[in-house]
């Protein structure tokens, strides 16, 4: 072994686990036979037991307390600051969740009670007008005429356009005023019973019409509806 | 709650994450000790330990998921920290010189060594460790972590390289380095280069 390889290996071999026995046993040897190396090993040995010393005098040394309790007061305050955070977190999102809740539920009771009027509001247009129901719609004369009344049919005309209608014969115009809006479906054969001329062609289709029906229920006039 | 002392550090941690204020307690005091005496001794200042040693413990209390169970242990990674903390602090003081420092109760920051000798000799020890303190801090930062690694903490070479985080053959190499400035360095302090004497 040669000096520099035993400055390398030869003043701590025994704690380093990459050098074998061989090169300790070799660095053994050359301490023994170098005068140089054998000096440097003895001062190594003198250095090492002065930092013993050093190592053994700050063995026991410890943070000092005060660090502890600055890192424990830290800590509480992250942690509580943190718990405090998360519970405004979680309120705001549920009074979020219950402005929504509410907002939905109003709408909904809002719509119902739309449509609880539009229906209460139809009924009663409904009934105050007398309007026929389907047997008696189905009168001496419509009724051989296949004069047909359908539920799903009847729709009641808000407005007032009594333009295009044609008046039955022997109305006056005067009889109308008060009259509603009936759709229903005939053949047009029916059309015959009013005193309308009627294609004998096509005397059995079926065919939409709206009726002007008077106070006593009866139809006052007629109105073609536009096949589509 | 009472905590086991063979409680894993992983599972300290987590307990403490989840605001659990004495698992973090018992993280600290398990790891304090060492972190602080590694970085006393690469910084020779009371004051600049006590603060890299606060520093590292927030680093794990601020984000605990740094810290990952599957690349080491924690006392690694707090090592880590540690010595980051200690070569920022010497890189920015590079020749801090450290003043007499006491503890809070007034006495010398070491350990007392409990001898029976005189007090002479107690003095003369005394000196002869503050020497070799003061030879320790004059080493460049490298080579005074390989030898307070290898030379105070004990720790074999493999532990140190881990430690450090580089090959076997560094860390030798750096502590080949650092003992001929270390002897060099007490030659100096005893009054000049003493020769060396042969034995045969």
Redesign the interface.
Known sequence: MKCEEFEMLGLDGGRDASVSETERAAAADHANSCARCAALLASWQEARAELRALAEESAAAQTPARVEMRLRQEFRTRHSTFKGRRAAVAAAWALAAAAVLIGAVSWLNWRHSQQVARVKQSNSTVTSDNVPSKSDSAAPDAGTAGFNVDDDSVILVADNESSRFTLLPGVQPSDIDDAEILRVRMQRSALGAFGLPVNEDLANEWIQVDLLVGDDGSPQAVRLLQQQ | MRIVDQERDDVLLRQ?AK?D?EA??FL??RH??A???FA??MTGNVWA??EI??DA??TL??DPKKYDATRGTLGGFLYGVTRNRVMKHLERLPREVPLEEK??DGTG???V?QDSATPATLAE?RE??D???AA?QELPTEFREA?VL?????M???EAAQAVGCP?GTI??R??RG??L??AH??ILRDGP?R?????
């Open positions: 403490a605001g204020e973090f307690t600290y005091r304090q000790a972190l602080y005496r006393l001794r330990a006590e040693v606060q413990f927030m209390m601020r503890n809070e920051t070491g350990v060594l020890k002869r460790v020497r070799v303190r320790v030898v290898c030379e105070l903490e004990e074999s070479y493999e076997i030798r190499s502590l080949h003992r001929a270390l002897m007490l030659e003493r060396m004497t042969v034995s045969k």
